[in-house]
């Protein structure tokens, strides 16, 4: 099983960065999925980026310029640099894994999910 933990989340303004982390613990395959999320209550969850073990990557469009993921196989951490952050950026952040995934597909099903960061971000 695998556990996450999500870190660096705050209130920043318009314009501004942020990094966060998530710490990644217990068995992971060979293969897998590590993914960022997001989330507004009253709207659906949109996932932001995900990487697989071969460091292949994706971002949603709208984060894409913006936001990087990137994973640290020495301190089992996934990352998610944001820069340029815009008010509609505001949201709660979890990471997710699949692990047994040998590629990032849509519809994807996590089966282990952080408790979340919260990102806000003010005009």
């Known amino acids: 099983q695998v556990q996450l933990a999500e870190s660096g989340g705050a209130s920043v303004q318009a314009g501004g960065s942020l990094r966060l982390s998530c710490a990644v613990s217990?068995?992971?395959?060979?293969?897998?999925?590590l993914a960022w999320f997001r989330h507004v209550l009253g709207k659906e969850r949109e996932e932001v980026a995900s990487i697989d073990a071969a460091g292949s990557a994706n971002h949603a469009d709208s984060v894409k310029g913006r936001f990087t993921i990137s994973q640290d196989n020495t301190n089992n951490t996934l990352s998610l640099q944001m820069n340029n952050l815009k008010p509609e950026d505001t949201a709660m952040y979890y990471c997710?894994?699949?692990?047994?995934?040998?590629?990032?597909?849509?519809?994807?099903?996590?089966?282990?999910w952080g408790q979340g960061t919260q990102v806000t971000v003010s005009s």
């Open positions: 997710a894994a699949a692990s047994g995934a040998f590629r990032c597909v849509p519809g994807l099903r996590y089966g282990s």
């Open positions: 217990g068995s992971l395959y060979r293969y897998y999925c």
